[in-house]
């Protein structure tokens, strides 16, 4: 049994408890369980004593203490690399946030949208300086719900989020990986950015992107639904009437960026987009990529009695430092780099090209996609996210619907002023051929 003796300064003579239940015990000490994050801002020391044991101290200001108190408060420091981490092993994107100067709002702002979050097992800090992605997902998440004004329950370790208002629902964060063998991301080039904005049908490679991201994503998705019938829905604080939601960004191969939608509505609802006819053809099954005719990958997962527990999947394949970037340009911070979104007006049918600024901002939301399983044994209510702008799907009479963001982002490029303009001639030559429009015509709209 433990006994919490708290020490206050002098200047706190009063202490407004909140969401702190205690009872007395014989020897004058108290005993319960403490909101972290509101509490641990008056205290100077928090000494833990046991019974059988004897006195167990953390002292004020020894780095034992501190990390166990930043660590439940949801104050994790992020850039300070962790005592013991092989250097070598640090992420690259880690590194260019960590040091380079330009980048100091970006890491200003990622180091914000870590506060309040709760690093359940001790090790957040560690696999965000390794392998970066997977945490920095989480982060996005984190931030995208509270922005959302949703009421989080942090005190379990699975699954990753318990969201309990507006209603409970649960999300299991995920990322698809670059193979073992594919190109590695620090090879990306700028040709390999500016590809970005090609048109799909005229991508030589569209097909052999897409097959990629569905591969990997399919098995992201079955490891997450494989956790939530195994063993996340049998946890004695989970719902059996809740929805649960798969989250995943997509990272799987040099030009992830380029999926859009594409890749998700081939493998959740098996509708494939063929980029020479721009029409969308309805499979149970592709090729897999770098493989004989033989090889084939399911898809349509949504049909699929074994997904039925999955409510939804949230989807983004342009989540990473260009997001952070774009969201610091658009709150008016200087950048030395220039963001381009391309984006599709699904009730016009234009595709429209934006140059990020504080008066043409980037919502935190732009770039999600939420897909609803229309087979879900719980559904999610299509206006959890009404708060959000994120564009959502759903399957109507074999049709697909979507809701929300109408205006959605489907390729973004990242880069140095310098390049602005002998970047930027390419980029309206590529905007002139997401519309197929004559040369004339559209710089003539162009110049209006």
Known sequence: ????????????????????????????????NIDYKSQFTHLDRWYLFNNSVGRLTFREGSSMWSEYVDRRCGNMKLFEVVKGLNRKKLHNKFLLLKNESQLLHEKNMLQKWSEGLVDKDNKFVREFQETFHSCFWELFLYRLFKSAGFDL??????????IKKPEEVYVEAVIANISKSGKKESERTLEDQLSMMIPPYLQDDFDMVMREGI?????????????????????????????????????????YGREYIYSMLALLYGFYFNAKTETYEKKNSIIKPNTNQEAEIPIALFEREEYQGVSAIIFSCIMTLGKLTSLSISEGNLSLNVVYNIRENYESGKYLLQIVSEENPEDIADGVFIFHNPNAKNKLNENFFRNLCVTQFFLE???????????????????????????????????????????????????R
């Open 1 to 32: 049994m433990y006994k919490l003796i708290l020490q206050f300064r002098k200047k706190y003579k009063t202490l407004k408890w909140i969401n702190l239940f205690l009872s007395a015990v014989s020897t004058g000490g108290f005993m319960g």
């Open 215 to 255: 591969l990997r994503a399919a098995n992201a998705i079955q490891s997450k639904n494989n956790k939530w019938l195994e063993e996340y829905s049998k946890k004695e604080w989970i719902c059996s009437d809740r929805p649960y939601i798969v989250a995943m960004s997509s990272y799987d191969q040099i030009n």
């Open 397 to 447: 009479n074999g049709e697909l619907v979507s809701l929300g963001n109408m205006t959605p982002i489907i390729a973004r490029v990242n880069t140095s002023m310098i390049l602005r303009n002998s970047i930027e001639p390419k980029l309206l030559e590529n905007l002139r051929m997401y519309n197929k429009l004559g040369f004339e015509d559209f710089y003539d709209i162009h110049k």
């Open 153 to 162: 329950d942090q005190s379990h370790q699975t699954p990753d989020f318990v």
